[in-house]
């Protein structure tokens, strides 16, 4: 069982950015797909961005493409989201996952294995 710790979150204005971190353990890191996603106050947890096992392809939601970037690397067992031009709306705690394949899905069926979360919040 693939053990995923987020890092990274913290309190941001508008325009601001971050850069979270998940350091993964468990298995062979590079064979898993990795997700980001978040729940925000009294909404359900949504899809953010994935990335495949080999870190050569990407996928985002529509609200953060142009802003957000995943990246990987699997040296250190570590994903990275790094979230530009911050807006409130991205106020939420955000989850890194692991799937147990190589493709990058949206759906949070398709992963796995989840790690504890880290707050972040953008003031207005």
């Known amino acids: 069982q693939v053990q995923l710790v987020e890092s990274g979150g913290g309190f941001v204005q508008t325009g601001g950015s971050l850069r979270l971190s998940c350091a993964a353990s468990?298995?062979?890191?590079?064979?898993?797909?990795m997700g980001w996603f978040r729940q925000s106050p009294g909404k359900e947890r949504e899809f953010v961005a994935a990335?495949?096992?080999?870190?050569?392809?990407?996928i985002y939601a529509d609200s953060v493409k142009g802003r957000f970037t995943a990246s990987r690397e699997n040296a250190k067992n570590t994903v990275y989201l790094q979230m530009n031009s911050l807006k409130p709306a991205d106020t939420g705690v955000y989850y890194c996952?692991?799937?147990?394949?190589?493709?990058?899905?949206?759906?949070?069926?398709?992963?796995?294995?989840w790690g504890q979360g880290t707050q972040v919040t953008v003031s207005s």
């Open positions: 996952a692991a799937a147990p394949t190589s493709s990058a899905f949206r759906s949070a069926e398709r992963y796995d294995a």
């Open positions: 468990g298995r062979t890191f590079s064979r898993n797909a």
């Open positions: 990335i495949t096992g080999s870190g050569g392809s990407t």
